[in-house]
C-alpha cells in the first residue's frame, strides 16, 4: 500500500507562555493547530489504529509547543514508570520526529512516556540513531481514567534550523503502544517500498522565530573527589589524592544553526561506570561508548563511514572548543582539544594494543559535508593530533550518493602519516618511525519493500592509522555481501516480521593470504509478546598465528517485553574457538542474559549477566563470569538513588597453559549514587564507589575508593 502525499499545515503563533503541567487545558490549547488522523504503520500497514490519539501544537517567540491526548480502553495495561532521560523504551510512548533543516536527511526525536519521562535521539536516514545526544526541553503527563496526556515544551534554542525569517519544519508523530505486539502508530502513512522515514513527513509552514537568537549558555561545574587505595593485599588503604577541580564550559549560538562550544578545566567525569565486558582471551581493543557532554553535542557533524574520531582517547583534557552547524546544504564540525595524557591503539591484522604516555598532546579536526541532489552528499575531512616528537595526520574524503528510488552508493578514502615517538622502554611500538597508510570503503545498498541486499569493499593498509579514532584493525581487504528478504505479518499472526538473511564475506591482508572467511544463514524475527530475535548458524576459518582455524557456531538471541513489570533478553553461541593465548583450538559457550524488574512506578531492578566456557579436549580452560546489577529509587523524574554492584570471577586450569597464570581473577565494585538532575546540564551528584579483589576465596579486600560530589549549572544568557 502505497503512503499519500504529505500534507501542509499552519500553526497559530501564542501570545502567552503555556503551562508544562501535563494538564491539557482546553481554553489553553483551543486556538492550537489540531490533528487527530492516526494511522497503524506497524504491524498493521496504514490501517486504523486500536487507539484514538489527538495532537495538539503552538508555538511563541520562545518555545515550540506539542501536547498530545492518548486515549486507551485500558489504562491500567498503561506501562509507565519514572525513569533518567533515555532509559524508558519499554513504556507506553509518544512523540515527534522533527526536521528542522527540512533536509529529508536528519531529525530529532523527542520522546516522552505517559508520566513524562524523556527519550530524545538524532535521527540519520535512513533508520540510524543515535540517544546519546540530550537537549535541553520541558514535559509533564499523567494516567488519566480514559488513558493518558503528554505536554511538551522545546525552546528555539535547543534546536538547530536555517537562518531564514519564516521557517518549514519537517515532522513525522509517533505513538508507540505496546501490548502483544509492539503497535506503531503515525500521522502519516509510511510506504514501505521507500528507504527513508523523514521524506515521507508532513510539513509545518510558515514558523515565525527571530533569525538573530544569539544565545549563550554557561555551564559551570564544581567536582570534589578525594580517592583512597592501597598498593597491594594487607597493606593500609591510604588517601593518594583528593580532587577538587572547577570548570567551566560554555555554549554559544552565533547563529540560529552555528553554535562554539567551549571548556576550560572540562569536567570530562563519568558519573556511571562502564559496564564490564569480558576480554579474556580476545584479539582486538573492546569499544566503550562516549557518554561525557562536551563531546555528545554536535557529534553527528562529525560522523562517517570510518570510526575516525572516538573520543575516548582524550583522557584529561585541559580546554577545548568546537565550532558546528548548518547553512543551506554546508555543514561545519571543528574541535581543538589539548589533552594531558596521549593514549595508543597500535593496530595490526592479529591484534590490537593500547597503551599510554603521560605527555600532552594536542587533537583537532575538520569536517565539512554539502548536500547534492535530492538525498546525497560528498565530505571532506582532516585530523590531526600531535605531541612530543609525535604526530598522526589523517585526511580524505566521502560520499552517499542516491542511485535510485531504492539504492544508495557510499564511499569513503582516507589517507594517514604518523610519526610515533621515541619511548622503547616503554613500548616496543614506541620506535620513532614514521609510517603512511590508507583506508577506503566502498558499499552499494538497496532497500525496497521486502528485499535488502547490499555488496562492501573495505581496505586498511598495514601502516594506516587513525589515533584520534577507532580502528583495531588493518592490514585487511575485505569483502562482504549480504542479502535479506522480510515477510510482514499483522495481528492476526503470530508474527510482525520474518526476514531470513545470508551473509558472506572474504578477507585477505596486503600480501594476498587469506586471513579469514565467514558465512552464516540466519532468522531475524518479531513475534507476539513482543519477541524480537535472531537464530543462525556460522561457518568461518581465522588465520591467527600463521595457523588456519575453521569454526562452526550456533547462536541464537531473544529479548521479550512481555510484561508490563518485566522484560528479558537472552543470548547463546556455542561452536569452535581459538585460544588466542596458547594458539590452539576448541570449543566456546558463551551466554548472557538480562532482565529488569519494575515494582510500581518508582522501584527498577535491572540485573544482567555474561559467562564464557572455553574447552581443551573436553577440559575447561578457563571459565569466565560477569555480573552486573543496578537499583534504582525514582523520587520523580528528576531526583533517583542508585546502586551499581559489578561482580567479576575468571577461574583457569593452568595446567592448560603454556605459561604462568594465575588461578583466579576476581573483582567487584560497588557505587552508590544519589542524583538530582533538573536538566542533562543542571545537576547535582553525590555518592562513592570502590574496588575490591579477592585475597582468599570469598573474601574480599577493598583496594580503593573514591568519594565524589558534582555540581553544574545551566545558565541561559
Known sequence: MNASIYSFYNIPFSNKEKEIDGIINKEEWENSLIIDKFYEIMPGENIEPPVKTIAYFSYDEKNFYLAFKCFDP?????????????????DDLVGIFLDTFNDQRNAIEFIVNPLGAQMDCLRKEPEEENCSWDGVWYSKGRITTDGYEVEISIPFKTLRYPEVKTKTFRFMLLRIYPRDFRVQISNVKIDRGKNCTMCQGELLENIEVGTKQKSLELIPTIVFSPNYSRDGFGENLKKDKEDL?????????????????????????QVEADVAQIDVNTRFALFYPEKRPFFLDGQQYFSSFFDLIYTRTMADPNYGFKLTGKEG????????????????LFPSNQSSEISSLDIKSKSMGLRYKRDILSDSNLGVIYLRREGEDYYNNLYGADGRIRLGENEFLNLQYVESSTKDPFFPEINENFNGEKKEGHGLFLNFEHSSRNWYFSGTYLEKSPFFRADSGFIPRVDIKLFEGFLAYTFYGDKNKFYSRLSPRIYYSHGKNFEGLTTDWETFAELQFELIKQITGEVGISKSMELYSEKEYKKNTFYIWANSRFSQNMTAFLSLNYGDGIDYENNRGGKILKIKGQTDLRIGKRIFFDFSGEHQNFEINSDNLYKATYLYLKILYHFNNNIFIRSILQDGRVKRNVSLYTFEVPETDNFQSLQFLFTIKLNPFTLFYLGFSTRGMEVEPYTMQTMNRTYFLKFSYSLWI
Open 329 to 344: 546544504a554546508n555543514s561545519l564540525g571543528l574541535y581543538y582539544i589539548e589533552d594531558e595524557i596521549t593514549n595508543f
Open 245 to 269: 577541580e572547577a570548570g567551566l564550559t560554555l555554549s554559544y549560538r552565533l547563529t540560529s544553526n552555528l553554535t562554539f562550544n567551549g571548556t576550560i578545566n572540562p569536567d570530562f567525569s
Open 74 to 90: 485500558e489504562p491500567n495495561k498503561i506501562r509507565a514508570r519514572y525513569a533518567d532521560r533515555d532509559s524508558a523504551f519499554a
